[in-house]
């Protein structure tokens, strides 16, 4: 009886390829070689299907695409605005992003995944939150600070202006609906890089964009605007110092633009733009003139320019728009008109009334 038992028992085992294996090759599935843990089948690369109607069809895996096809309601890219950013140490940058859809308008109740890089400096504050419309909406994103370098937030439904509780508006941002925004400082130089990933955007390739802001210890101090008689020259002074100590930044660059007004121009040359080195003090100076003489108003764009030997950036200068400043022109503008007659006899008296009349700002006391 021992004896038929093992007899089965061979019978058996060595049907077993012929049942178990029918119209495929076994083998241990190792790599012989010690190359890796696994063969790929003669023919067939490791990882990659066979071809259909070969002898090793059927061990070729299936495979499910991802992403899968397109929802209904999938969005075409993310925007992000600005991308390259230079801002004061301690200060607070906001970047905007936005969700596009097929359509090519920016979709409301969109998650946002804003990240800094590994090695950046800095770190978030805030993003824009929502409200109960948005559960209504079926946007059920929980809005939250995970950490200093990892923040979840979503597109607005409704337009915010962010004024950063300053009564100035030049430093305002406008965030429309269909787009969400994130802050971010840093207390040391060096660069932050931010990612923000919308994940409802089909295109891998388009959802996730990056910016990069340059963050440097420097403070400045802008000309105030100034009223001066035509026909006569003003200097525009720009002071430029380290936040942390106060110290000078010697050999700093400092670029004056005309943007508006009458004719003028700086010296030496004239030109309606001009770039000056700060001195030992950190202050940066040059002289306006007009080209025209006559009342008027120009307006001068000031930009703070981060010189590219200093070390970080690679070697690039950074430059940020310091702010705007104006030189108001005064002048006498007299006219003279006369009233009498036209014709008269002869011998005969004529009387003429002749008026002077100033419409100029600037006194005409000589005429």
Not at 181 to 201: C, I, K, N, Q, R
Not at 215 to 240: F, Y
Not at 252 to 271: K, L, N, S, T
Request: neutral net charge.
């Amino acid at each position: 009886m021992a004896r038929s038992g093992m007899i089965l028992a061979c019978l058996i085992c060595s049907a077993a390829p012929m049942v178990f294996g029918a119209g495929c090759r076994m083998s241990s599935g190792l790599d012989p070689s010690g190359e890796r843990i696994f063969a790929a089948p003669p023919g067939q690369t490791l990882g990659a299907p066979a071809a259909p109607g070969t002898s090793d069809d059927c061990r070729r895996p299936r495979y499910a695409d991802e992403p899968g096809a397109p929802p209904y309601r999938a969005d075409t890219a993310v925007l992000l605005r600005p991308q390259t950013v230079v801002a004061p140490v301690g200060s607070e940058v906001i970047l905007v992003a936005g969700v596009k859809g097929r359509d090519n308008c920016l979709r409301t109740n969109r998650r946002l995944e804003w990240a800094l890089a590994a090695g950046s400096v800095g770190s978030f504050i805030e993003a824009s939150s929502g409200g109960f419309l948005d559960y209504v909406a079926g946007d059920f994103t929980k809005r939250r600070k995970v950490d200093n370098n990892y923040i979840i937030g979503s597109t607005t439904r409704n337009g915010v202006r962010l004024h950063r509780g300053t009564p100035a508006t030049d430093d305002d941002v406008y965030v429309l609906p269909g787009e969400g925004w994130v802050s971010l400082t840093s207390p040391l130089e060096g660069a932050s890089f931010v990612s923000v990933y919308a994940p409802d955007v089909y295109p891998w390739s388009a959802r996730v964009q990056s910016a990069v802001v340059h963050w440097i210890d420097c403070q400045w101090r802008c000309p105030p605007p100034a009223v001066r008689p035509s026909g006569s020259k003003h200097t525009l002074t720009t002071s430029v110092i380290r936040g942390r100590d106060q110290s000078p930044c010697v050999g700093w660059r400092v670029r004056y633009e005309i943007v508006g007004g009458p004719a003028a121009g700086f010296d030496p040359d004239g030109g309606s733009s001009v770039e000056v080195t700060t001195d030992s003090a950190g202050l940066a100076h040059a002289d306006i003139f007009q080209k025209q003489l006559g009342p008027g108003l120009n307006t001068i764009n000031i930009y703070v320019i981060r010189p590219g030997e200093l070390p970080g950036n690679g070697g690039r200068p950074l430059v940020m728009r310091a702010g705007a400043t104006s030189v108001q022109w005064t002048a006498a503008a007299a006219a003279i008109s006369m009233q009498g007659p036209a014709t008269a006899g002869i011998g005969s008296t004529l009387t003429y009334t002749i008026t002077v009349n100033n419409s100029g700002d600037q006194s005409a006391g000589d005429a």
